[in-house]
């Protein structure tokens, strides 16, 4: 598990031309996005059909799919490296297309929930499978050259889901999205298996071990600084979620925009796509730490502001003085991402793969029940959000501050 020597191999060679590349690879890790961000304009349409009193339960649709995210990457970063990446792909691709069924025809709530954990089980898979393929094809400069041009794609994933969600509501029902879901992880699998062969050589593989696998885990999991890190994450993404799974409501429902809500989305989700371009101009001449604190900074600075506004405005701030103050503070969470989870990754050295699967993983259980708790509190004003951001804003700050002053485990 520990040593991983296809990642500097050179006798693997790109088999398709950049362009190409890119794209399929942007479109392997994109469904993740898509499949959370297609369904916010749907979260009214599916309270009715499926008789949900509650909006916050609404909600879960969106966040407990962060949990099935969560145990997939810790199942599939070892399969990956096992079993190989076509394997890895094409059966997350088909346990993804089990929970879409599930989903397409539930009746309540509950089997509904059930199928978007199995649909976040599956995706993790292309996922991670594609994040693997271009690390086995690309190293160093050529690998950041890729990442940017896959990441420049991936970006517009977040701005239109939610208007291609929409436009499938217009014509169809909801069930009908997850259908699409269907359809695009099939073209996704025929296209990868038709143009992509195997970049990991059965005697590149590393077999599976409980063994090594223990002791791989219990090194990272007792790592300070690593866990500071993943933490800090973890509480300032929870809170994001938390947004996430409510914007449809903020804006649809507590500001009454309509049809205009993918718009605003789009227009926030620019704002993190932005600051990640910024963030990857800057970080070589500034570096993660001093970037990441000024970016906290900034989103404790905004966030306050946000709070402020709510308390003068009866929780209800104007919608164009919202926006913008969003749009700095997402700002500042683009610049957080990238770099926490660098910064996490950074002590790992040949535990790396493992690593980013329990990063992940941890990042994501931690953000979940910040979410659902921050969610349960939102009703017909932003003040529940406000105050997650600056609270939990804070306990990210901690967990950095004790990350920052912590040695370096060798």
Request: proline share 4%.
């Amino acid at each position: 598990m520990a040593n991983a020597p296809f990642t500097n191999d050179a006798k693997v060679k790109p088999a398709l031309g950049l362009a190409e590349f890119v794209a399929l690879m942007a479109l392997m890790t994109s469904l993740v996005a898509l499949s959370i961000d297609a369904m916010l304009p749907a979260l009214n349409q599916i309270a009715l059909d499926l008789a949900i009193t509650d909006p916050q339960d609404t909600h879960l649709i969106v966040s407990l799919f962060f949990i099935g995210m969560a145990f997939g990457q810790l199942y599939f970063g070892p399969v990956s490296d096992a079993k190989g990446r076509r394997f890895t792909i094409i059966t997350g691709l088909l346990i993804f297309g089990v929970g879409t069924i599930v989903c397409m025809f539930a009746e309540s709530l509950t089997v509904l929930l059930i199928g978007r954990v199995i649909q976040a089980f599956g995706v993790s898979g292309p996922r991670i499978a594609a994040l693997a393929v271009i690390r086995d094809q690309y190293k160093g400069e050529a690998m950041a050259r890729v990442m940017s041009f896959i990441m420049m794609v991936f970006i517009l994933v977040p701005m239109l889901a939610p208007s291609f969600g929409q436009a499938v509501l217009f014509w169809f029902s909801w069930q009908h999205i997850f259908s699409s879901f269907l359809v695009i992880g099939f073209l996704t699998g025929i296209w990868y298996f038709t143009r992509q062969p195997e970049t990991l050589p059965k005697h590149k593989r590393i077999p599976f071990s409980w063994k090594q696998l223990s002791i791989s885990s219990r090194y990272i999991l007792s790592n300070k600084m690593v866990m500071f890190y993943t933490l800090a994450m973890g509480f300032v993404f929870g809170s994001f979620l938390a947004y996430i799974s409510a914007s449809q409501t903020v804006f649809q429902v507590i500001y009454d925009t309509g049809e205009l809500f993918p718009l605003y989305f789009a227009l926030l989700a620019f704002s993190i796509g932005f600051a990640s371009f910024i963030n990857g101009t800057l970080v070589m001449r500034l570096g993660m730490r001093k970037l990441c604190t000024w970016a906290i900074f900034g989103w404790l600075g905004f966030t306050t502001i946000l709070l402020i506004m709510c308390l003068v405005y009866d929780g209800l701030p104007p919608l164009n003085a919202l926006v913008s103050v969003l749009f700095a503070a997402f700002f500042c969470i683009g610049i957080l991402f990238g770099n926490l989870n660098s910064m996490a990754m950074q002590p790992l050295g040949d535990t790396a793969g493992l690593g980013a699967a329990i990063i992940g993983s941890l990042s994501s259980m931690v953000s979940v029940p910040v979410a659902v708790f921050v969610g349960s509190f939102i009703d017909e004003v932003m003040t529940p959000i406000a105050i997650g951001f600056v609270g939990f804003g804070v306990i990210t700050f901690l967990f950095f501050w004790f990350a920052e002053r912590t040695p370096i485990k060798v």
